[in-house]
């Protein structure tokens, strides 16, 4: 028996039957079956089952490898094809179980100790914690613990960023711009080469103003001039009587001449200035004996409101008047409280003052200097600074204010929390309820590092501040202030 096959194709078996001497006997079979088979295939559209195809495999591809990634972690299966085939078909049993052994895993690594030199190196980024699980193809548990690494070492690189922040922040709060280091200086030469700028402050005529009790003065303790003039400009700009204003700028030695030289060239019409610096002062004696009342203004705040009403306080035999409640509520100090400056660990404060009380504010104060005299605040205030230097130096914070808190104790006479509102040094107002707040006060103190003098000041209220700049000055633009 012999067979045939096309080499062409399955068309034809042929199957024969040779008997020697013979006609050949054969039987031919037409197998037309498999040509027909293939018309009908090759005539049926093959775009959807491509579609389906193409939407059906990756889904599964990414189960199948899902299924073969947990399988490394798992050893409840004989063998990697029955685990497969098994979890193919048990899907809400294995996400369960997925859950509980993410849950184990992430228990064991939150009790489980990685010091601090297991998170050098760690991977910094999702896509490379990815790369690294399953180019190694480690388990949950080694996911759980690299991920814990990774958490940690950008926890610490967050921690140490905040550090060198205020650390910047301080040293950039307590710099001197270059522009007004530039200002200094011009000013200073200023007062060499003109007359003008050293001219007699107050000018003749007005020198009797400076003792005159029914006139408003202001005492500015300061070495910066831009800020002295913002304040004077600001106060004299909202006050309904400016010719009643005198103003006692008090400067050190080295800012006496830019001082005097900016306020000589650019006299006020209305109110008067006086510059006089330290070196200038018989300590021995009062600074102002002839005066009954004055108030005090930091070189930092600005003046929003007339201030005039400030003189016919009524402080009830008190010596000063300051902020002590807020605004915010009973709950809420304006400032900070007593224990935010000083050292209560150390039992001669403890035993004098209450940790808990709202310190007064500082930078907009009356002094009633008459009921001052009447007292033993200079002598307190001494004897405080005794202490704190036998102590070497640790009953408070280093500061102007600590010693006062406690000189003029039970001296303070509670004013409205609308003449000054401070703390704009810190941070800007986060509320339309807040922003009310600083339109109404008269006064706004930039207490904080964040001066509006410097760049670091905050853009919202830095421009109620700089509005009162006079940027038309010549020294001004020569030394691109506030540019």
């Known amino acids: 028996m012999k067979s045939y096959i096309s080499t062409t194709g399955i068309k034809r078996v042929t199957i024969s039957n040779s008997i020697e001497g013979g006609v050949s006997k054969g039987a031919t079979v037409a197998a037309t079956g498999a040509a027909a088979a293939r018309a009908r295939l090759s005539s049926r559209p093959l775009l959807p089952v491509v579609l389906v195809l193409g939407i059906l495999l990756p889904f599964l591809f990414v189960r199948i490898a899902f299924l073969v990634l947990e399988s490394a972690s ?3 299966c004989s063998s990697p094809i029955e685990c497969r085939a098994w979890r193919l078909f048990s899907r809400g049993y294995i996400s369960q179980k997925l859950r509980e052994e993410l849950t184990r895993a992430l228990t064991e690594v939150k009790d489980g100790n990685i010091v601090e030199g297991d998170t050098e190196g760690s991977l910094e ?23 814990k690494a990774m958490l940690l070492d950008m926890e610490r690189k967050v921690q140490s960023a905040k550090k060198h922040e205020l650390m910047y922040w301080y040293l950039a709060s307590r710099g001197v711009p270059k522009s007004l280091h530039c200002l200094c200086l011009k000013l200073t030469e200023e007062y060499a080469v003109n007359a003008m700028a050293r001219s007699r402050l107050p000018p003749p005529e007005h020198v009797s103003r400076l003792a005159d009790k029914s ?69 021995s004696q009062e600074l102002f004996p002839d005066l009954n009342k004055i108030v005090f203004l930091d070189d930092d705040v ?44 150390h039992p001669t404060i403890s035993s004098n003052v209450d940790q808990d009380r709202c310190a007064w504010l500082s930078g907009m104060n009356v002094f009633d200097l008459e009921a001052w005299r009447r007292t033993n605040i200079t002598s307190s205030y001494h004897k405080w600074l005794k202490l704190s230097l036998n102590s070497g130096f640790t009953l408070w914070q280093p ?14 006479h509670p004013i409205d929390p609308l003449w000054q509102v401070a703390g704009l040094g810190y941070r800007s107002p986060s509320s339309s309820a807040q922003g009310q707040i600083l339109e109404a006060a008269a006064v706004l103190h930039f207490t904080g590092p964040a001066k509006p003098w410097l760049e670091i000041g905050s853009p919202e209220v830095r421009s109620l501040w700089s509005r009162h700049v006079n940027f038309s000055n010549s020294f001004i633009q020569k030394c691109k202030v506030l540019v």
């Open 74 to 76: 798992s050893s409840s």
């Open 302 to 345: 600005v003046v929003q409101h007339d201030i005039s009403s400030l003189w016919t306080l009524d402080l009830n035999g008190k010596v000063v008047g300051a902020v002590v409640d807020s605004w915010c509520g009973d709950n809420c100090c304006p400032g900070r409280k007593y224990k935010d400056y000083l050292n209560f660990s």
């Open 125 to 147: 980024t999702f896509n490379e914690l990815v790369k690294e699980i399953t180019s190694k193809q480690q388990d949950i548990k080694a996911f759980a613990f690299k991920t």
């Open 215 to 283: 006139f408003h003065h202001i005492v500015l303790l300061t070495d910066n001039v831009l800020a002295a003039s913002v304040v004077i400009s600001s106060t004299v700009e909202k006050a309904a009587n400016p010719e009643k204003l005198v103003f006692h700028i008090v400067t050190d030695k080295k800012t006496y001449s830019p001082m005097h030289a900016w306020f000589a060239i650019n006299s006020l019409k209305s109110a008067v200035v006086e510059v006089k610096g330290l070196h200038q002062y018989d300590w």
């Open 399 to 412: 500061g102007v204010l600590p010693p006062s808190l406690l000189a003029f104790e039970g001296h303070v």
